[in-house]
Every structure is written in C-alpha cells, then in structure tokens.
C-alpha cells in the first residue's frame, strides 16, 4: 500500500478530473444546443433551464473528480512504495 501517493496527489487528481469533466460536459451542451432536437440537455431558451443545465454541468464534473479519487485510492493500494 503506498499511503504517500494518496497524501501528496489527491488534489492534483480531483483537479485534474474535475476540470476535464467540466470541459468534455461543457462542449458536449455547446454541441448539443446547436441541433434541433437535442440528445443529452434541455434547449436553453429560459432562465430556468439554463440554471438547471448549469448545475448539471457543475456537479457532473465534481463526480468525475470524485471518480478520479476512486481511481488514484486503487492505485494507492495496489502498488508498492519504494522506500
């Protein structure tokens, strides 16, 4: 178990998914607003949806940063530290 690698990198890991979340669920609702019938997000024409679509966008790239936790702690135990 390499307890080391899960102190000194959790932040750059939930960063880095956070942020690639948020960039592939952005420029998948930019795409998706273009077509006339929209697959993944609501058409954006009120307030309201726009706000929802938003919170959507947000707490989906939280839960890929929480997935990138999970993957960095299997990391974290299933390697040896070289100490």
């Known amino acids: 178990m390499n307890t080391r690698l899960l102190k000194d990198y959790w932040r750059k890991y939930y960063k880095r998914g956070f942020l690639t979340g948020l ?11 273009t077509l006339q019938h929209p697959f993944f997000f609501n ?3 009120e307030l309201n ?3 929802f679509t938003l919170s959507f966008i947000l707490f989906g790239g939280v839960f890929c ?16 530290s070289k100490k």
Do not use: E, H, N
């Open 23 to 33: 960039a592939i669920l952005s420029f998948l609702c930019v795409v998706d607003q």
């Open 49 to 51: 949806t726009l706000m």
């Open 65 to 80: 940063g929480i997935i990138s936790l999970l993957i960095l702690l299997i990391i974290s135990l299933t390697t040896i």
């Open 43 to 45: 058409k954006i024409s």
